[in-house]
């Protein structure tokens, strides 16, 4: 049995649309004027028991929307859900035993509380053992550094503070699946990597499910074997992070850097290339690898611009989503999945 | 001169402008209000009438006066009832009072406008809805000397912009305590009772009478109300301008000077 | 709800806590109630004393319904003031989310989030104001007295919550619901004074329509041992009515929260 299955399911919000003004409201209290928001549509997945994948897309897409009613918040429009078996929405209660969540820029913790203060009464809400608690508390408090802060309250810590304090909390109770919306939102690289490792921790001692949503590609690139893109509210790729950047990352580029000036226009390219960006003494030149070679497009162009220095770039997964997003592959990643 | 004071006329208008536009986005508020005030003048006409009940005069005044007085106070009560202690309050917390202060604009001069904006619309308002409530449900008598209602209008101006220094000096707590809803309910608890909104201020014992007269409050209410209801005859607005104007003056430089100090503490301790 | 007995205790410590961080504010909060009330009562008393009593009423038995309906106010400030600020305060920044992905009754997190220090101060000015009632007018407290009043006090107070959850179940559909409450909850004012002295629909309304003349005029009527039938002992029914019909529509008002999300 999968811990998280979602077949068919999609959500329609339905919003009343005001006039302005008292008119406006008045009318609204007795003939309301619905509008619909298709935010997810025919969306099925599983994830197994122990897994980390990336749920992403562009904002809007429909991510938050999906965790929402993964934890039982909303419910469904149509299709159904479990999670570990049961109806997150019908069985909440039981659900929300064995689950945490992050959302984001808002904080579970309690503002003016220290945080030992609110970690102990999230002991009490889920009823932890307190010798259970006071072990964990410890070992959360080494690996996510967070000694000097127990004592802090919420409200005077920084963000990235703020995110490690969270985490510990969403942990606590060892939930078999965490849902992190946006965990490493606004964070730096020290942090972010800090937050990676715990989790990654996690996941391979507990054998926690982790579903990430994150605008963020390292963590994705770290975090997750695979990952699920939707777009509009419905799958687009579902499948290893190894075969997106196989199929997708035919692109590499050469940056030169230039001794002159550059006359673009008197540039001849070879074929199977683009010029990607430029400015006055730089040049990037993109390049499908399937039709032409680094050491092609080099020679063709070295002549041409008195190149200093040049470097090759691997394709990052940025760029690659980026295209998805872009529409340009949709298409043909659509085909890859039927396939 | 008379250029710059086009400007500021101008900055002003559009001022109560935005006032006015807020006061219509809060409809659903608009009614609530409403509500609540025609709720607490049928409680207070009720038990005004049952105070009379088989008795002629009661703390000096006929039943038909103290009824008017208490009517007219209820309309006149929201006016004083809310003070500048939770705007400022929001403006501190949230530091806002910094880009304020950097303005071109004087913050007590803005909020002043604003004020006497939200006190013409607020009047308005409260003839039309209460006002006509009352003059059809509970018989509201008012007098119909034009004199008189220029002599109520004047000392209530004057009693409005006494309030807003006293308010504004109190408003100055927020820079030093984040309990601005306690100091709220605080001023609105002394307020509304030493302005006689809840009682006419002549039956008061002597004693109470005394300290509601060293407070500035009953200037924004009982005073005005009380030459509209008789209470303090016509003859007399002089002699109240006169004590007004001494008000005015004291509590103005007052506001001044404890709001440079509020400042001042901000911008030296860093909020 | 042994369980929920000790979740609220382990709350209400912490917030304790942050109170005493902020004394300051403590102080202020609890002394501004009672600031308010003295108010009130001394515009009562201004009042009062020129006259012998109030439809029947003296000075003394005016307190004792002040009082009473201070004491079951104070109930509702203390434990569910939570309700006012639900919409604003929960819905629209979502951490209304956060009670939903726990292992707890909404509602109960909802109000045990935030004990009100404010009402503390209702509640003193409620007690003083019903024992030297009781003293000026000799009301014996035997042990039935105490419970009846007790009784009608936890009444009173679960009429006062129960009215305030219906009109808050509104911020599902509009988010800032203070308006509605407090169109509802500014009626009570009626109720500070025996019923007797409004018109006959007003005391209809005050009794089955928005009974808060349970929290204060029929049991004082009793207690002073006013003729008043059945109506004396109908507050704890009536709160419990009007509490169940309260969580019915706010189960109601969750479901279309989960379905719309706003
Ligand atoms: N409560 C709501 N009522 C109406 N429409 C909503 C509501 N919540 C979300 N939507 C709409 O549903 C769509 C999906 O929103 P959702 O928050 O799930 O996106 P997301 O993928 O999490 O985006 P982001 O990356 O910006 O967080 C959006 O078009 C949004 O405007
Ligand atoms: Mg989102």
């Known amino acids: ?339 | 001169m008379t250029l710059a004071l086009r400007r500021k006329g101008r900055l002003y208008r559009s001022i109560a402008v935005m006032t006015f536009k807020q006061y219509l986005a809060y409809n659903l508020w608009f009614w609530v209000q409403l509500l609540g005030q025609i709720l607490m003048m049928t409680v207070f006409v009720f038990f005004w009438r049952a105070v009379y009940a088989g008795r002629g005069t009661v703390g000096g005044l006929e039943q038909q006066q103290t009824i008017t007085y208490i009517l007219l106070a209820q309309m006149i009560a929201p006016l004083v009832q809310w003070g500048q202690i939770l705007p400022m309050g929001d403006l501190v917390r949230e530091g806002m009072i910094a880009i304020e202060l950097t303005r071109p604009v004087d913050l007590q001069e803005r909020f002043y406008i604003e004020t006497l904006s939200s006190l013409g619309y607020s009047l308005l308002q409260q003839v039309l809805t209460v006002g006509l409530f009352a003059r059809f449900v509970f018989h509201l008598q008012l007098p119909s000397d034009p004199a008189i209602w220029a002599a109520f209008g004047l000392t209530l101006l004057l009693g409005n912009a006494i309030l807003f220094c006293f308010d504004w000096m109190f408003a100055c707590l927020a820079f030093y305590s984040t309990e601005v809803w306690g100091l709220h309910v605080v001023r609105e608890g002394t307020v509304m009772f030493f302005s006689g909104a809840l009682v006419p201020l002549v039956m008061l014992p002597g004693w109470l009478q005394s300290v509601a007269s060293w407070m500035p409050f009953s200037q924004a209410l009982y005073t005005p109300v009380a030459l509209l209801s008789g209470i303090i005859p016509a003859a007399q607005a002089p002699q109240v301008w006169l004590v007004q104007l001494a008000w005015l003056a004291a509590l103005a430089v007052g506001s001044r000077v404890v709001f440079r100090l509020a400042v001042r503490k901000v911008t030296v301790q860093g909020g | 709800m042994r369980r929920y007995a000790r979740l609220y205790w382990h709350f209400l410590l912490q917030r304790f806590k942050i109170l005493l961080e902020y004394r300051m504010n403590f102080v202020i909060g609890a002394g501004s109630t009672v600031l308010l009330q003295a108010a009130g009562l001394l515009a009562v008393w201004s009042v009062m004393r020129q006259i012998p009593d109030l439809n029947g009423w003296t000075f003394d038995e005016i307190l004792l319904v002040y009082g009473l309906i201070t004491l079951s106010k104070s109930i509702n400030h203390m434990f569910a003031d939570n309700l006012w600020i639900f919409g604003r305060a929960y819905i629209r920044t979502g951490g209304f989310d956060r009670f939903l992905v726990r292992p707890i009754n909404p509602l109960f997190h909802l109000l045990a989030d935030r004990f009100c220090h404010d009402g503390i101060g209702n509640f003193v000015v409620g007690i003083a104001l019903v024992l030297k009632a009781s003293l000026a007018l000799h009301i014996a407290w035997t042990p039935i007295n105490i419970a009846y009043c007790l009784v009608a006090v936890v009444s009173g107070g679960v009429i006062f919550i129960a009215l305030n959850l219906l009109t808050a179940v509104s911020a599902f559909w509009i988010i800032d619901s203070i308006p509605v409450t407090s169109a509802i909850f500014q009626t009570h004012e009626f109720a500070k004074y025996p019923l007797t002295i409004y018109s006959r629909g007003i005391g209809i309304v005050m009794t089955w329509l928005i009974p808060y003349g349970f929290a204060s005029f029929y049991p004082a009527a009793h207690l002073l041992g006013r003729p008043i039938g059945v109506l004396a002992w109908l507050g704890p029914l009536i709160a419990v009515a009007l509490i169940t019909l309260a969580y019915r529509i706010w189960l109601w008002g969750l479901s279309h929260y989960s379905s719309t999300g706003s």
């Open chain 1, 1 to 339: 049995m999968p811990t998280i299955e979602l077949s068919h399911v999609s959500k329609v919000y339905r919003t009343i649309k005001k006039d302005s003004g008292l008119r406006g409201a008045v009318k609204a209290l007795f003939r309301p004027h619905y509008v619909e928001k298709v935010a997810v549509h025919d969306l099925s997945f599983h994830v197994d028991a122990g897994e980390v994948v990336g749920y992403i897309g562009v904002n809007g897409a429909g991510k938050s929307t999906t965790i929402k009613m993964l934890t039982g918040i909303l419910h469904p429009s149509g299709g159904s859900i479990r999670v570990l078996g049961r109806d997150p929405h019908r069985e909440r209660v039981a659900n929300a035993r064995e689950i945490g969540v992050v959302f984001g820029q808002r904080t579970q913790l309690w503002w003016d509380l220290a945080l030992r203060e609110s970690l102990n009464l999230i002991a009490n809400i889920y009823e932890l053992e307190p010798a259970r608690y006071r072990q964990l508390l410890a070992e959360f408090a080494q690996t996510l550094e967070l000694e000097e802060l127990l004592s802090v309250p919420i409200r005077s810590m920084s963000l990235g503070q703020k995110m490690r304090a969270e985490l510990a909390a969403t942990f606590l109770h060892q939930p078999r699946v965490v849902y992190l919306d946006e965990p490493t939102i606004g964070l730096d690289v020290m942090v972010k990597e800090r937050i990676r490792a715990f989790i990654r921790d996690q996941n391979q001692r507990n054998g926690t499910t982790v579903m990430l949503t994150t605008h963020d590609l390292d963590d994705i690139e770290q975090l997750c074997q695979r990952v699920i893109i939707i777009d509009a509210g419905s799958v687009v790729y579902d499948g290893p992070l190894s075969t997106i950047k196989q199929r997708f990352g035919t692109f590499r580029s050469i940056a030169f850097e230039t001794a002159h000036p550059l006359e673009i226009e008197h540039l001849i390219l070879p074929l199977g290339t683009a010029i990607a960006s430029h400015g006055e003494r730089a040049l990037e030149v993109r390049f499908d690898r399937t039709v032409t070679s680094a050491s092609q497009v080099a020679t063709a162009l070295m002549p041409q611009i008195e190149a200093i220095d040049f470097s090759l770039a691997e394709p990052d997964l940025e760029s690659i989503i980026k295209q998805i997003y872009a529409g340009t592959h949709t298409a043909a990643l659509r085909e890859e999945v039927l396939v």
